[in-house]
């Protein structure tokens, strides 16, 4: 492989990465509470895209901080979580009664696996993230168990039987991730406990029998099992390859489904103990394999220093209790240190002591923008930025030579580029409009063309002119009816008349879903001012 391939791999690689840890970007936003609640009403269904007036109606039955949201604002949250990577757009076709109505329900939105995937882990932390988790130890004599049998049955004449096998190898590695877990997760718990130290004497006595009890038996119990385990996986090493592959011939599962394994972009994480490498992990767990010791190891290690802690933890509170933390010796040679300095270095002693660093007034303006009261804390106000030179050398002068001019000729052409093929694009979308008039009903309009003449239809009901339609007498209520609506776009050279004529009725079909217009025609022609023959189509 050259070297520009595998700069361009690993490029894709943290891309990809980046991708991924943006997804969590939700849970640290200052709307978080509001973001966690849209995803758990996504979370709660399966398959089902939701537009903004379901979330609505969903986020009101559930209650909490999302009730004052309205449709706008849900709609700005929805857009980020799809910026982020925790949502996805679902195309689906709508009818609604105004152009506002289709444009808020024509985005509809899915739950991504990524962002399920984050979500459940948080809500599985946000319920029990300061509990301590028991350890399954009852799994490791099943774990033992299930192994044995496993490697008796794979040494009798012909083999295990496949699916008797892919049963007993899930149900094995189920037991035993399970029981990995719940180690990881106590033992965290146990480290958060023993990096306090203002434990009193009641709390102290509780972690001392959850210590010497409770993590003593976990400590046995993985100590006696492990030898067992380890040995059992060794006489079953040598027969583990044909056993995978027998289990491969047997089920494939999404791996043998065409075109699953073989795409690269179709990438398929395949069940626990169907690959090699969660055997090899599994042993690691039992047995030192590459000289950095085993989990059991570990463990043990441990279970030592957290017993180390729980001695040092002791001998303070003895030490408090006996009165040796006093710091009075200590207080009274400071201030002996005080008496006898000067006044100068009575101010260095005193910063090294306590850290008090005198005021430093900077003579810095704030931005002609950010008028501040006099009133406000310097706790709530804006934060002024202090040049680096004053701040570094006290002193505003500039030093060194100036920098030379930047040159933004490569950012100009990019807007440049940028604009011509926003200006394409939409000369593009009137050429298909104008093209399309009169068969609307027969063809599919792009969504820039679609948004063309949404942009067109907002402006001619702007610049419409109603006529008054009296009924009876001057003293009865009076009716306004759209008499025309029109608007155009010289630089495109297209004209948009619309008319309303009862019973009309006018659909458009386009990528984004169908749009229908009731009591309304549309004529759809060349501006007055644009070259070539002007030509208007009527439709309805």
């Known amino acids: ?25 939700y849970l640290s936003a200052p709307e978080r509470l509001e973001y966690v609640a849209v995803m758990r009403v996504f979370c709660g269904t399966l398959l089902a895209d939701l537009a903004v007036p379901d979330v609505l109606t969903k986020l009101a039955e559930s209650g909490g901080p999302t009730v004052t949201l309205d449709a706008e604002t849900l709609t700005a949250r929805l857009e980020r979580l799809v910026h982020w990577g925790a949502l996805l757009r679902s ?7 105004s152009i506002t109505e289709y444009q808020r329900s024509r985005s509809r939105y899915q739950l991504s696996k990524l962002g399920e995937r984050i979500q459940r882990d948080a809500d599985e932390v946000l319920a029990g993230a300061d509990a301590a988790r028991e350890v399954s130890s009852e799994l490791l ?4 168990r299930g192994l044995r049998e496993l490697n008796e049955l794979v040494q009798r004449p012909g083999g295990v039987e ?16 399970e029981f990995a877990d719940s180690v990881r997760d106590f033992y965290a718990y146990l480290g958060q406990v023993l990096a306090r130290y203002d434990l009193d004497s009641a709390e102290y006595q509780g972690f001392k029998e959850l210590l010497l009890d409770y993590v003593e038996a976990i400590r046995e119990d993985a100590a006696f099992r492990a030898p067992r385990i380890a040995s059992v996986l060794d006489l079953l090493w040598p027969h583990l390859p044909g056993l995978l592959e027998r289990l491969d011939a047997h089920a494939r599962g999404l791996s043998g489904v065409p075109g699953g394994s073989g795409r690269p972009e179709v990438r398929v994480q395949r069940s626990r103990g169907r690959e090699k490498a969660d055997w090899e992990g599994f042993r690691g767990w039992f047995t030192d394999v ?10 043990r290690d441990a279970t030592m220093r957290a017993l180390q802690s729980l001695l040092s933890n002791a001998k303070r509170m003895l030490r408090s209790a006996s009165g040796e933390m006093s710091r009075r010796k200590d207080l009274l040679r400071l201030a002996r240190w005080f008496d006898e300095a000067a006044p100068e270095d009575a101010h260095d002693i005193a910063v090294a002591a306590f850290g008090l660093y005198g005021a430093r007034h900077l003579g810095v303006p704030p931005a002609s923008d950010e008028a501040v009261p006099a009133y406000t804390s310097w706790w709530n106000g804006p934060v002024v930025e202090v040049p680096v030179a004053l701040r570094e050398r006290g002193s505003r002068a ?10 933004h000729s490569a950012q100009k052409r990019h807007l440049q580029e940028v604009a011509r093929a926003q200006a394409e694009a939409r000369r593009a979308a009137a050429d298909e409009l104008r093209s399309a008039a009169g068969r609307f009903a027969d063809v599919r309009l792009t969504s820039a063309a679609l948004g063309l003449l ?10 419409a002119r109603l006529r008054r ?32 004529s009862s019973g009309a009725k006018t659909v458009l079909h386009s990528a984004d879903g169908d749009l229908v217009l009731d009591d309304l025609e549309l004529e759809i022609g060349r501006a007055a001012g644009s070259a070539g023959r002007e030509v208007e189509v009527s439709v309805s």
């Open 1 to 25: 492989m050259g070297e520009q391939a595998r700069d361009s791999l690993q490029e894709t690689g943290r891309d990809d990465t980046w991708q991924r840890l943006n997804a969590y970007a």
């Open 91 to 97: 195309s689906h076709s709508v009818k609604a009664s």
């Open 141 to 144: 004599a099943l774990v033992e």
């Open 162 to 177: 496949p699916q008797d096998a892919l049963e007993r190898v899930s149900t094995l590695f189920v037991q035993f991730t």
């Open 290 to 299: 590459d000289g950095q010791g085993s989990q059991v190891d570990q463990l």
């Open 398 to 407: 500039q030093r060194g030579r100036a920098s030379a001019m930047e040159n």
């Open 454 to 463: 949404l942009e067109l239809l907002a402006t001619a009901l702007g610049n």
């Open 469 to 500: 339609t009296e009924v009876g007498d001057l003293d009865e209520a009076q009716e306004f009816g759209l008499e025309s609506a029109q608007s155009e776009d010289a630089e495109l050279g297209i004209r948009l008349t619309v008319r309303r």
